[in-house]
């Protein structure tokens, strides 16, 4: 395994693209609103709502869009989509080599254990996946 307290630190721009890969890839019939997560998936969901011109919203319905900063362990994700199933997800950051849950749409996949930190985030925060927890 590698050194999980390696930290990755994100620049805006770098977030700017990876929100923009996203808008690129959402099909906007399939969904009326956005919803991020609290803490990490609030920004980008902004950022998305207005590339998207579609509403933030707080309370899902059948069209909205589930957004977090990273689909770590998957375990959001799953706790979300047990009590609204059938919603679209969506994350900056996928790690496919940890996660139980597959969104529909991601950014780009993180196959490495190095700790992200996102420009919004305290930058002396501990580095340690919620897998490992």
Not at 45 to 71: N, R
Request: aromatic letters at 10%.
């Amino acid at each position: 395994m590698e050194d999980i307290k390696s930290k990755i630190y994100l620049s805006w721009d770098i977030i700017e693209t990876l929100v923009d890969v996203l808008a690129m890839n959402i099909k906007k019939s399939e969904i009326d609103s956005i919803m991020g997560l609290p803490r990490g998936g609030l920004i980008p969901a902004v950022i998305l709502s207005h590339k998207l011109d579609l509403p933030l919203v707080f309370e899902p319905t059948e069209k909205t869009l589930i957004i977090d900063d990273i689909c770590d362990s998957g375990k959001t994700f799953i706790e979300i989509d047990s009590k609204y199933p059938n919603l679209k997800f969506a994350c900056l950051h996928l790690k496919t080599h940890t996660s139980k849950f597959i969104p529909h749409i991601w950014a780009i996949s993180w196959d490495s254990d190095n700790w992200i930190v996102y420009p919004w985030e305290n930058t002396d925060a501990i580095a340690i996946q919620d897998y490992l927890k």
